[in-house]
């Protein structure tokens, strides 16, 4: 079933309030620095990172499978000067080709088998100007997520109100976590369910080789800390192309000296 969260309007329009301008967000940004770029956010959501980024005179496209989010996304400062796109990330088409791809808010993680990834990252590569970098992160699988998030308990306030938010994870196994977000309002309650796959670094760098693409770097933190699998909460890829044999500049040797 669809996640309320992204889908309903009341909760849509809590969606900055829960989820505002963070350190992450201060991190995505700090790549678009060095001149103007050609910017695409996969999983743009309400466009925080998008109106940042025109806001600083690149070139942007936000793409969301919900339009409930992009209405949203449109009626920020800058939202007239960005190209908003309604589809999910492996459906992504466009003639441009990006300086900068990223994937923010931990959007990689709905997207729930081999396919949608493997589908997402050929997106990404096909989307990809020379030298250009995707940027994306998910949650380390080896923290004890479930003992973080059940029986969270948060207030929002919004038009006035007073919005209690709850969340209960229903599930948590096979790097899977399935967990239902409650939003209480005066006067009705509204049950978000989510479904979120947690995937090992390894796995992910499995899945980035077989779609052409290769890691440089793999952060821990927003600090760019180098990812310790003990403790690190993020994953966070800095990713180019793969270099193939057949795409390696020849190397020109020297001709043997004539006897």
Known sequence: MPDLHYEH????????????????RDFYL????????????LGCGTGLICDAYAAGGHDVTGADPSARML????RKPNGGSIEWVECCSQDFRSEKRFDL????GHA??????????LATFAVMREHLAHGGRIVFESRNPKIDWK???DGGVFELIHDGLVVRKTRDVVSYEEGRAH????????EE???????????????????LEAAGLRADAVYGDWDRQPFDERKSEEMIFVVRRAVTQEARPAVKRPRAARR
Request: charged share 25%; glycine share 6%; with cysteine.
């Open 147 to 149: 003992a973080r998030w």
């Open 108 to 117: 990689f993680q709905v997207l729930l088998d081999e396919d949608a990834i």
């Open 9 to 24: 309007p009341r909760l849509a329009a809590l969606y900055d309030l829960a989820c505002g301008w963070s350190k992450d």
């Open 189 to 207: 309650t509204l049950v978000s369910e989510s479904e979120l796959l947690f995937l090992s670094r390894n796995d992910i760098e499995r899945h």
């Open 30 to 41: 700090s790549l678009a620095q060095g001149g103007p770029k050609s910017i695409l956010d």
């Open 71 to 74: 209405d949203i996304a449109g």
């Open 179 to 186: 967990f239902e977000t409650r939003y209480h309002f005066p």
């Open 101 to 104: 791809i990223i994937m923010t």
